[in-house]
């Protein structure tokens, strides 16, 4: 271990077992050392330009994506009713992206397809559409049930035909991959000069996910808007956009070709994105977290999707009509369930910290204490319940929301 100053701050440095893929470097400070799933997980920050990696690798990544990968996450070899419906609204957020690309028919390389719910979307618009997919069970899932053309393989080994594509699309997979910049050195030679690589990946920065979830086996590198921008030029891509989204747990960057070769930047390092980043994973801390709307936001968020979906997939529809549905509505977001399903959820929730605060008789915080905490908790609960209605809340509803929010905040008074 060496002991380094970079930017004025201290800190101890590691010899990675990796260089950095962006600036080269072997000096790293330790920012994780477990995973999500509380697994041994060493993730490093490159000292020089901030870039983050799990070093050593976690996987061998091959066997993992081609057979592993979506049973991880899934629990399933091939998609579900459940799976296709949430796959097919984040591929109409997705639409929003890329609609404006998309005026006229184009050539489209999609690339980490998985079951081809948004190749699908692209193909139903008219567009010409291919797809790559590592994984097996995907592939052909998606290859039978929506006659998509996907290649079953990993982009680093698939032939590519040069200058070819209008738009290719890496929707969270640049983070998976053991040489993102070799990546998007390949995906850039397919691509027309003027074409378009949309890229979006997980935000290193981001706040909204628990401390404790904040690095994964699967994902290789990390990436801040700093250090996406600078792999981009680096590869000789050019940075049309760079957006986050509305949570800010994902970057989604807009890169085009260029019409003619464009300069390396001078230097890959950043000055001063090390300290920032590492300063900001160490200040993410649970209480923090647990003061912010965010894990009751993301709570409720899951509450209404489980019951959306359920609701959804009652029918059994084959995937290809469950879309068909689905996207007959796009570019508008698909209809939400009413009201009174989320108010009684949340309503229980409330009662059920009402309990734990104030009414147990072992509780460990004083009656002042305790309402205080209830009340800034149940206050984080009224506004998760405001966000995730927010776009069906006409005047007689708002109305009704605010009553309820009062009630709730005030139910320590009823007891």
Not at 254 to 262: C, D, G, M, T, V
Not at 322 to 332: C, Q
Not at 373 to 387: E, F, I, M, Q, S
Request: hydrophobic fraction near 45%.
């Amino acid at each position: 271990m060496l002991s380094s100053h970079n930017g004025g701050a201290a800190s101890t440095t590691v010899v990675p077992n990796l260089a950095c893929n962006l600036c080269g470097s072997r000096e790293a400070t330790v920012v994780g050392t477990r995973s999500r799933s509380g697994a041994a997980l060493r993730s490093v920050c490159c000292v020089h330009c901030g870039l983050v990696w799990a070093d050593p690798r976690p996987v061998e990544s091959r066997r993992f994506y081609e057979h592993d990968y979506r049973v991880a996450y899934k629990g399933t070899f091939a998609p579900r009713p459940k799976h296709v419906l949430r796959a097919g609204r984040v591929a109409l957020s997705r639409w929003a992206h890329v609609q404006p690309l998309l005026q006229q028919r184009a050539r489209v390389l999609d690339v980490g397809s998985g079951g081809g719910e948004f190749a699908y979307l692209l193909q139903a618009r008219g567009h010409e559409v291919r797809g790559v997919e590592p994984n097996r069970g995907y592939a052909e899932f998606s290859a039978a049930q929506y006659g998509l053309a996907v290649q079953r393989g990993f982009i680093d080994e698939v032939a590519l035909p040069a200058d070819h594509f209008d738009l290719v699309t890496v929707w969270h997979v640049l983070e998976h991959t053991d040489d993102p910049a070799q990546v998007l050195l390949r995906l850039r030679a397919a691509l027309r000069p003027g074409g378009t690589l949309v890229v979006e990946v997980p935000n290193i920065e981001a706040t909204c996910q628990s401390p404790a979830s904040t690095f994964h086996e699967a994902h290789v590198y990390s990436f801040s808007a700093a250090t996406l921008r600078r792999t981009a030029e680096k590869t000789g891509l050019q940075v049309d956009r760079l957006t986050l989204s509305a949570d800010g747990g994902n970057l989604t960057a807009l890169l085009r070709r260029p019409l003619a070769p464009s300069e390396a930047p001078a230097t890959l390092h950043i000055a001063g994105e090390h300290d920032r980043i590492v300063a900001l994973l160490r200040g993410h801390r649970p209480w923090r977290h647990l003061m912010t709307v965010h894990p009751y936001r993301r709570l409720a968020g899951r509450l209404m999707r489980a019951l959306h979906e359920r609701w959804q997939t009652r029918r059994k529809l084959a995937p290809r009509a469950l879309l068909d549905r689905l996207y007959g509505k796009a570019p508008a977001p698909p209809q939400r369930l009413p009201l009174w399903p989320l108010l009684l959820v949340a309503s229980a929730v409330a009662v059920a910290l009402e309990w734990l605060m104030l009414d147990r008789q072992d509780a460990v915080l004083t009656p002042v204490q305790g309402t205080l905490a209830y009340v800034a908790l149940d206050a984080g609960l009224v506004a998760a319940v405001a966000w995730v209605a927010r776009d069906q809340l006409a005047t007689l509803r708002r109305q009704a929301l605010a009553v309820w929010g009062l009630a709730v905040v005030a139910l320590p008074a009823y007891c």
